[in-house]
């Protein structure tokens, strides 16, 4: 291998998007059935939420990119769902939701331990489906080039996105290592392209599919050993 940079994937790559999207879920469900006086909210439960807004993403898959919008429509069709649909109400949700999406994410312990030694000698890049900006989570300035799916509206494993990442890095597939925690989107989407690919596998579940990553570990700290550092 003849490595110069390194994509990362961001949600559950390097921080636990589920356990922040369920935690501020959770809030959002409180303050609901604190204001909605329908015997529907006192049985809505934080998979119904996910449910409702997973469906919704896809009736507007390829016509609305920006993931904040897309939650924001989710908050009025569960209100719907509940038989209380008010606009403004879904708006006073979703800055709850935001606040907490934002504020509340942590990354996995090994993130800066291993982007430390990995930054003095590899060119580091988030490239993401999701929307959490590198500065909502403490990683600003770590990353030599950023691409969100929304903002190019492309996403993973489309290899136009890997195009734009290295682009961006100003490097060939062959010189990408591209890190993730999906064997769909980061995996297959890296080999579409012919850059080398590392799976993440935090929770040692097993690979049923038979997309083949060239790597996999069960945490970061094990991309330094690949690479020989
Ligand atoms: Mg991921």
């Not at 790559?13 to 204001?35: A, C, G, P, Y």
Request: aromatic share 10%; with cysteine.
């Amino acid at each position: 291998m003849n490595i110069s940079t390194i994509s990362f994937d961001g949600d559950m790559t390097l921080w636990d998007f589920l356990e922040v999207m369920r935690h501020s879920l959770k809030q959002t469900l409180l303050e609901m059935q604190e204001r909605v006086p329908t015997q529907r909210v006192t049985e809505l439960t934080i998979d119904e939420m996910i449910w409702i807004r997973n469906q919704y993403a896809d009736e507007v898959k390829g016509k609305i990119w920006n993931l904040e919008e897309i939650r924001m429509g989710a908050f009025e069709r569960t209100l719907e769902h509940v038989g209380y649909p008010d606009k403004n109400l879904a708006a006073h949700l979703n800055t709850i939701y935001r606040k907490h999406r934002f504020e509340d994410i942590e990354l996995y312990p090994d993130v800066i331990p291993t982007f430390n030694v990995l930054a003095q000698h590899f060119k580091l890049g988030l490239l993401s489906n999701g929307n959490t900006y590198p500065e909502r989570c403490g990683l600003e300035d770590r990353f030599d080039f950023v691409v969100f799916s929304q903002d190019v509206q492309v996403e993973k494993p489309d290899p136009k996105i890997f195009e734009v990442a290295t682009q961006q890095a100003g490097c060939e597939f062959s010189q990408l290592l591209h890190v993730g925690d999906s064997l769909e989107n980061d995996v297959a989407g890296a080999k579409n392209v012919g850059a080398p690919s590392v799976w993440l596998n935090r929770e040692r579940i097993s690979n049923n599919t038979d997309i083949q990553p060239d790597y996999e570990i069960t945490t970061l700290e094990e991309i330094l050993a690949i690479l020989g550092l």
